[in-house]
């Protein structure tokens, strides 16, 4: 039946299964089709509107009656009462195609529930006539012929076309542009807008709305009836081999849009023009429109973002002063969420599911927090899309109409957007992994693990950062791979950075990139991996740059690049690690008394400060021990199995200790001798033991017991 409707009243149609769903009907009647008339972005809508029977209203009438509920969760049937009414308007519309007001014409033709519940605020006879007059009317402005304008049509798209269809999504929260956007347009001369914001604020969405609003005759006079004509500069220039081709095309397209009169011309990406078809010396398409410009002889909208206008249009200032800026900022959290709720029912009508509250809000937190890249409320938008999207997937094989909620927009964060929203949080399990992983480092743990249960990472625009103080080799390194994986489910989530290393002049550049050049060691690495774990370990020696980037994403939550890009670090687990001896590690009070300024200045900079107790004998033992059973399981896959005398572990982890080795160097080693050992000895499959000689003071292997 889709053929049989414009796209306006199908999706009316649609918007009543919607609404007799969500008030549990088990049927769609004609008072759930007014409803959808009412909703929709019609002429028709705005009638109903201008009588007094808005939604809500006719939502509340329908909740006052006595209704049957549906007890299932099926999907519901039509009346015969609407079937015949649908068909009837079908077969009376003029065109072919029933509009919302030959719907409404229809409705009040008959004795139904929608006459009824119209009758009580206006009287029937009086809508139905106003009815009729509209039906007319737009059977008549479809009838109207244009002036053709073949090349406009081959090298664009018709917006106010596509606003008719109902191909267009309202807008909401833009008025104050949208109306400085029509005021620049009434001007005489230099009436050209240019709407300039961050990518995803809405600027295109500013030029469709305006199509809308010229759709539905919400504009002064001189603007009804015109024509909003997107203008691809890629499809100018392709194909333009020879000199001379590209002006002839742009210059026609300028002759044909001055004779229609009704034509406003809109060029997204409008610093194209700039340069666009000036190969082997000829002029391009910027300087071809400037005198049209300025005289007002064609109307150009155009969008760009800030970045781009000043590399491009505001260098050129013949061509900056025929431009009239429209700035579009960000929308606040309340502006956001009444756009997404303008736009929720029309997703609920594409998806077929219903989407409540909290997921909006969700995707609105979630986007502002983990897609620092983007704006809203394009991100927002994005995110409700694809946990919408989501939800009907699994619900492929169900019966019923689906409910999107907050877990379902942060599924999507995950699977669509590539990030988790799953917090920086440690249970008890997780605790005693840590634990079994790292030996002798109670007390550090337990204070991790504190200051990430504590951590209100949904409130706080800055990523959790945290202090590691401790002497070498006392489990630093591995505390914060460890807690990585537990936290982000992943190996590839740990970034480490050595401070040593980027000292000097070029040391900065090197992790926020420079302009033109590669990207940022940093900040590539963040951009790719939002939700990851950054170690900077030697950070006491860092110098005055990298300090500065650190207390930048301390205060901001953010890096701009060298290429000018802003990167979100709200995602991201920052651990600062201090190599101090145990002496200036004990405590707090102890580092205070150190008189090392530079690491009084990171324990402010670090929202707290860990400190790593000294290794002693029973560390390395545990650690030799845990070293050993995962040589122990490795081996045992190859056939050689391997058993440790009971003096082996504390005789290793005593002579190492009186050598000041390190936890990690301590594994390196027993690893290294044993798979030296098996290589001497030639061993293969079968059973070996590892024992200590202690006047040699080294590791033997033997096939039997020592």
């Known amino acids: 039946m889709n053929e049989k409707f414009t796209n306006l009243a199908h999706w009316a149609v649609n918007t009543a299964f919607m609404e007799a769903a969500t008030l549990g009907d088990c049927y769609v009647g004609t008072e759930h089709l007014l409803l959808g008339l009412a909703q929709s972005d019609s002429p028709c809508g705005k009638l109903l509107y201008g009588v007094g029977l808005s939604p809500e209203y006719i939502r509340r009438q329908l909740l006052a009656q006595p209704r049957q509920k549906s007890q299932s969760s099926d999907s519901a ?8 009414l649908l068909l009837k308007a079908a077969k009376s519309a003029d065109n072919g195609k029933a509009s919302c007001a030959d719907l409404l014409s229809a409705i009040l033709e008959e004795e139904c529930a929608a006459k009824r519940i119209a009758d009580a605020i206006v009287a029937a006879p009086r809508l139905y006539e106003k009815a009729k007059k509209l039906a007319k009317e737009e059977e008549s402005v479809h009838k109207n012929q244009r002036k053709p304008t073949p090349l406009l049509d081959k090298n664009g798209c018709n917006l106010t076309e596509k ?5 267009i ?20 001369t230099k009436n050209n807008p240019c709407l300039i914001g961050e990518p995803g604020v809405g600027k295109t969405a500013v030029a469709e709305s305006l199509a809308l609003r010229i759709a539905e005759g919400r504009v002064p006079p001189p603007l009804i009836g015109k024509r909003i004509m997107v203008l691809d500069i890629p499809s100018l220039v392709a194909g333009t081999k020879y000199r001379g081709e ?8 300028i002759e044909e849009t001055r004779q229609a009169e009704d034509v406003i011309l809109f060029a ?47 260098k050129d200032g013949a061509l900056e002063r025929r431009f009239q800026c429209v700035l579009l900022e960000e929308p606040d959290r309340e502006a956001c969420l009444r756009i997404l709720k303008g736009l929720r029912r029309r997703y609920e009508v594409h998806h077929g599911v219903i989407i409540n509250d909290e997921a909006l809000e969700a995707a609105i937190d979630l986007s502002v927090r983990y897609i620092g890249e983007r704006a809203l409320p394009d991100k927002a938008i994005d995110l409700m899309d694809e946990g919408a999207a989501r939800r009907r997937m699994l619900w492929a094989e ?32 997780r605790l005693e992994l840590l634990k079994e992983r790292i030996h002798g480092q109670a007390e550090a743990i337990d204070k991790v693990v504190s200051a990430l249960g504590g951590y209100g990472e949904e409130l706080l625009s800055s990523p959790l950062i945290l202090l590691f103080v401790g002497g070498k080799g006392v489990g630093k390194r591995s505390l914060a791979r460890e807690c990585a994986k537990l936290m982000f489910g992943c190996e590839d989530a740990f970034f480490a950075f050595d401070a040593e290393e980027f000292r000097g002049g070029y040391g900065a550049n090197r992790l926020i990139g420079t302009s033109g050049g590669e990207g940022g060691l940093l900040t590539e690495k963040v951009r790719r991996k939002p939700r ?8 006491n020696k860092a110098d005055a740059e990298l300090l500065s ?25 920052v651990v600062l690690s201090a190599c101090k001896e145990a002496e200036a590690a004990a405590g707090f009070a102890k580092a205070e008394k150190a008189a090392d300024p530079l690491l009084r200045e990171l324990a402010a900079i670090a929202d707290d400060t860990v400190h790593f107790a000294p290794s002693g004998e029973k560390e390395l033992a545990e650690v030799a021990a845990a070293c050993f059973k995962d040589l122990k399981q490795a081996l045992s896959v190859k056939g050689l199995h391997i058993e440790s005398d009971p003096a082996l572990l504390p005789s290793v982890a005593a002579h190492w200790h009186a050598k000041g080795l390190s936890h990690g160097g301590l594994c390196r080693i027993l690893k290294r001798n044993t798979a030296r050992l098996i290589a001497e000895e030639g061993m293969g499959l079968g059973d070996a033991v590892l024992c200590w000689e202690g006047d040699k003071e080294k590791i033997k292997i033997t096939a039997k017991n020592c």
Do not use: W
């Open 77 to 84: 049937d039509m009346t015969p009462k609407l079937k015949k």
């Open 268 to 314: 997204d990406e409008i610093h194209t023009i700039v340069g666009a078809g000036a190969a082997e010396g000829a002029i391009d398409a910027a300087n071809i429109l400037k005198p049209y410009l300025a005289r007002g002889e064609i109307r150009l909208i155009g969008a760009t973002t800030l970045k781009e206008y000043k590399k491009y249009i505001e």
């Open 532 to 539: 990851c774990l950054l170690f900077f370990d030697n950070v």
């Open 163 to 167: 606003a008719e269809k109902g191909l």
């Open 398 to 429: 169900r019966k019923g109409i689906p409910t999107v909620d907050k877990t379902d927009i942060e599924a999507a964060l995950e699977a669509g957007v590539g990030l988790t929203a799953r917090g920086l949080k440690l249970d008890g399990e």
């Open 246 to 253: 590209f002006e002839d095309k742009l210059r026609n397209i």
């Open 169 to 188: 999504d309202p807008v909401i929260g833009r008025e104050k542009e949208e109306d400085r956007v029509i005021q620049i347009l009434l001007r005489r």
């Open 549 to 573: 980037l650190i207390r930048r994403i301390s205060e901001e939550g953010a890096l701009d690049d060298g290429n000018g890009l802003r990167i979100s670090f709200k995602g991201c687990f």
